[in-house]
Nanobody, 126 residues
Framework: QVQLVESGGGLVQAGGSLRLSCGASGRTFSSYTMGWFRQAPGKEREFVAALRWSTGNTYYADSVKGRFTISRDNAKNTVSLQMNSLKPEDSAVYFC???????????????????WGQGTQVTVSS
């Protein structure tokens, strides 16, 4: 059974940093795209970042470009999201997801992703 489990969320002041991790089990994700999405109360789930596991190629939403970094650890089968210079508007539940496709058009859409984690809360205080 495929499982994605996020960790690392919490409360941080504006300007601070957090590192989220997504542990993947149940299959090898070496041919998959791993994505991070977030959803704030009353808003739709939105794309944050994606990484193509096999090549390391990455893609970011404009709102986080230059502040967030997505990376992978092959040995641990984990994907991380390093979040720096956090802003109150970054507050949301962050979700890890896995997709079998890769294109800058598809990876920003939730429908491209087959597997999802339960989410981890990130709260940035002003």
């Amino acid at each position: 059974q495929v499982q994605l489990v996020e960790s690392g969320g919490g409360l941080v002041q504006a300007g601070g940093s957090l590192r989220l991790s997504c542990g993947a089990s149940g299959r090898t994700f070496s041919s998959y795209t791993m994505g991070w999405f977030r959803q704030a109360p009353g808003k739709e789930r939105e794309f944050v970042a994606a990484l193509r596991w096999s090549t390391g190629n990455t893609y970011y939403a404009d709102s986080v470009k230059g502040r967030f970094t997505i990376s992978r650890d092959n040995a641990k089968n984990t994907v991380s999201l390093q979040m720096n210079s956090l802003k109150p508007e970054d507050s949301a539940v962050y979700f890890c997801a896995a997709s079998s496709v890769w294109s800058t058009i598809s990876v920003i859409t939730t429908t491209a992703y087959t597997y999802w984690g339960q989410g981890t809360q990130v709260t940035v205080s002003s």
